[in-house]
């Protein structure tokens, strides 16, 4: 029999060792950006800020990035980051989910428990990040035997809330 261990780790979870929560694994992408760019934070100067706009929902002006809610914000700063990297400054850009509900699935078989990723707080820090830049805000894993879902009920699905 197939048990599911559904981790909710909205997007704004996601968020890594590096941060302390969503928006500020934004800006640290953006800073990252800007450092691969050469670009002093002193001179990209961006004011952030959470509105009232639908959830998940971000803007970027020139100067100005905001998010319907902090996950928005973090998508925001993202993809200001993204825009960093590609032309060295901010383009004005609305974006939204185009759905609400954005996962992945992992299944995950016992002998996986014993496997240096699974017990990996480094790799499941990238994992949720990358989740975080694709704009994911669910993970579903999936435990093949009850007896795998069983053992990762211990303290490695802690280590997960650790990250989020």
Same mark, same amino acid.
């Given at each position: 029999?197939? *048990?599911? &261990? ?10 890594? &060792? ?7 694994? +934004? ?5 990252? &950006? ?28 020139? +100067?100005?990035?905001?998010? +319907? ?7 925001? #700063? ?6 960093? *990297? ?5 383009? $004005?850009?609305?974006?939204? $989910? ?40 669910? #993970? ?14 211990? $303290?490695?699905?802690?280590?997960? +809330?650790?990250?989020?």
């Amino acid at each position: 029999m197939r *048990r599911t &261990a559904i981790l909710g780790l909205w997007a704004a979870l996601v968020w890594t &060792a590096w941060a302390a929560g969503p928006v500020e694994f +934004g800006k640290q992408e953006l800073e990252s &950006a800007l450092a691969a760019r050469k670009i002093s934070p002193k001179r990209f100067r961006v004011v952030t800020e959470v509105t009232t706009s639908a959830a998940e929902s971000f803007r970027i002006l020139p +100067g100005q990035i905001s998010g +319907g809610d902090i996950r928005g914000l973090m998508y925001g #700063l993202i993809e200001a980051a993204e825009q960093v *990297r590609e032309r060295g400054r901010l383009l $004005p850009l609305r974006g939204s $989910p185009a759905i609400a509900i954005r996962g992945v699935r992992v299944i995950i078989r016992a002998e996986d428990l014993q496997k240096e990723w699974y017990n990996s707080h480094a790799w499941w820090q990238e994992f949720c990040a990358m989740l975080a830049r694709g704009h994911f805000n669910r #993970l579903n894993a999936v435990y093949t035997t009850s007896a795998a879902a069983a053992l990762a009920a211990g $303290p490695n699905l802690d280590m997960l +809330g650790d990250i989020s």
